[in-house]
Structure formats: C-alpha cells, structure tokens
DNA sequence: TTTTCATGTCGAAAAATATCGACTATTTGA
DNA sequence: TCAAATAGTCGATATTTTTCGACATGAAAA
C-alpha cells in the first residue's frame, strides 16, 4: 500500500477530483452531451434547453469552466461556451495510463 | 444543438454521471491512490490509512463498488477491495472516443 | 443617453451527501 | 459453544451542493 498518499492527494492529481466532480453531475453531463462537435452554444441557448432557471444553469456553467470542460469567450453581448474536448482527452489519458500501470 | 439529449440523459451514458460522482471525491480519490498495482486491500487497512472513522470509510467504498471502481471479494472473515483498472480504462475510453469526436 | 438584451451575482431555502457513535452480522479460532 | 476479529448498518447531525427569485452588470441598439 502506497502509504504517501494516505492522508493527502499527490499535487499532481489534485484537479482531476475537481474535474470528476465537475462531470459527475446529471444536470452538468446533459449540457455538455447537448454539444454538436465544434459547435459553441451560448448561456440563453443552455438554458432553454434545460428545465432548470437560468441562475441554476449559471452555476452549472461556472462549474464547468472552473473545471476545465468548458471554454468562456465572450462575443458582443453574448457568452458563449465551448467544448474542450483537445484537453479533455489528454487529461484522460493520463488516467488511463496510470490505470494502466495499475492492472 | 442536440436537441435529443435536452431533458434527458441517453441510457449508453446514464452510469457515467455515477462513475465520475464516485472518482469525484477527494476522500474516494485519496482511497483510489492507495492502491498498488494489483494489490488487493483489505477495509481495515483502508480505515487505518484514512482520517475519517469506518462507518464513513465503508460508505465510501460501498460507492466505489456501485459505480464499479472497485471489486469486492470476501476472503475468509476479511473483505478484499480490489481496483477494476481493466474495466475503468475502457469506459474512459468510450468518453475519449466520444470526445475525439466532438473536438 | 436611454433602453434593451444577455448574463451573472447574492442571499436564502431545499435537497443531497458526508460523517460518526452505537449496534448488528458473520466468520474464525480457542 | 463462546470469544475475538472483521466489516457493515442504522439513525442522527453536520456539511456541502443545488436551486431560485430579485437585483446588478455590461454591451449593443435605438
């Protein structure tokens, strides 16, 4: 048993439980499966899309983008989000490989 | 937009929100570190490594298990947790393809 | 500049989750 | 069979997260 990371989380895998979490959440996951490939989608476009109010959806958003998941540009009066799908899948294969290494 | 994912998660994902819930804590993370690879640990062990008391570490691993992280074998009067690194590489796999797609 | 549109913030309430002490169940060894 | 060891359950409390209405901000259009 790895007896260094009995009390506290190595540095380097200290985002991913801020970024699982950040996936984890029903409502999260629905917003991000509601994105076409390259496409970027606006706040009011997210919230009529959702049955939740826009404060909720907000949240939501804010959480992703503080995760990394999502990409925050802003254009004219309009917001829109973006889909980081490029640093995604290296994060993930970081999982992988230690998993991996782990079998 | 994908307006068929609007309200309501497609059924091939529903688990994932699950799977990245129970990665999503930094207790759970902390749990998930622990382990060598291969190795099999036993729930006092996994207590003893941990700050937090046995009824709050057996909750812990019991979502671990339910999400299908870990794998629980009895072995005489001890239970054995073991990391399901095969099974969690292909899952993450399938989000990579999606992702991939989606770039 | 005033209005309108798009978005976010704030504070409070509701819901979900984490935590623990005391008790229970199950298996092994004396 | 009885005692010890291992692990889980139950009920209550603490903490965190989610949710929303009302209000604030900031950019474009009139």
New interface residues.
């Given amino acids: 048993?790895?007896?260094d990371?009995?009390?506290?989380?190595?540095p380097e895998?200290a985002h991913?439980?801020?970024?699982?979490?950040?996936?984890?959440?029903?409502e999260r996951?629905?917003i991000l499966?509601?994105?076409?490939?390259?496409?970027t989608?606006n706040a009011t476009?997210l919230t009529q899309?959702?049955?939740l109010s826009r404060p909720t959806v907000s949240h939501h958003l804010r959480l992703l983008c503080e995760a990394g998941v999502l990409e925050r540009t802003r254009r004219g009066r309009e917001i829109h989000f973006r889909?980081m799908?490029?640093t995604?899948?290296e994060r993930?294969?970081t999982?992988?490989s230690y998993?991996?290494?782990?079998?």
């Fill in positions: 048993m790895k007896n990371c009995a009390q506290s989380i190595p895998w991913f439980s801020q970024l699982f979490a950040a996936l984890g959440d029903p996951q629905r499966l509601s994105f076409e490939p390259g496409e989608l476009q899309a959702s049955l889909l799908a490029g995604l899948i993930l294969q999982v992988i998993l991996d290494a782990h079998r």
